[in-house]
């Protein structure tokens, strides 16, 4: 595999011992990026994310009037824009995992597909409709 089909440039083939070390070009130092830091900076969005939910749910204690459907209720604003924002999370989720399973499942009829023409072929000594491309996607 090419290293794009992987997620890497081909910068990342670099020996170990390179990885998170300085290099210069030029007047202009570099380092290498490697998951550890990309872990680093992961935590430090959280952390600053955290930083900001804690500070939105002080700010905003004030008790609002919650009607749904024929329940109603009082609770801080903060606790129902939350819930608004955690319900439409949730429906953008479940939309797009059952986009991937539809896509998923007419991958896996193509291949069943193309493997029944495939068998067919090599049944009736037809060696030239065969090629490497489609044996290799079936390991994967």
Same mark, same amino acid.
């Given at each position: 595999?090419? !290293? ?10 670099? %020996? %170990?011992?390179?990885?998170?070390? @300085? ?10 990026? $490697? @998951? $550890? ?7 430090? *969005?959280? /952390?600053?994310?955290?930083?900001? =939910? ?9 008790? *609002? @009037? /919650? #009607? ?5 209720? @009082?609770?801080? /604003?903060?606790?129902?824009?939350? !819930?608004?924002?955690? !319900? ?14 539809? =896509? ?6 193509? &291949?069943? &597909?193309?493997?029944? &023409?495939?068998?067919?072929? *090599? #049944?009736?000594?037809?060696? #030239?409709?065969?090629?490497?491309? #489609?044996?290799?996607?079936? =390991?994967?």
């Amino acid at each position: 595999m090419d !290293a794009d089909s992987q997620g890497r440039s081909a910068d990342d083939h670099a %020996p %170990p011992s390179d990885r998170g070390q @300085r290099h210069s070009t030029g007047d202009v130092e570099h380092y290498r990026h $490697t @998951r $550890t830091s990309a872990a680093w900076a992961g935590v430090v *969005v959280a /952390i600053l994310f955290g930083v900001a =939910l804690v500070d939105f749910i002080a700010q905003n204690t004030s008790d *609002v @009037r /919650i #009607e749904f459907f024929s329940a109603s209720g @009082r609770m801080p /604003i903060a606790v129902a824009l939350l !819930a608004a924002a955690l !319900a439409g999370a949730i429906v953008v989720v479940a939309v797009g995992v059952s986009r991937v399973v539809q =896509l998923r499942l007419n991958l896996r009829r193509q &291949r069943r &597909r193309a493997n029944g &023409r495939h068998g067919a072929a *090599v #049944e009736q000594g037809d060696d #030239e409709s065969t090629d490497g491309s #489609e044996r290799s996607n079936d =390991l994967k």
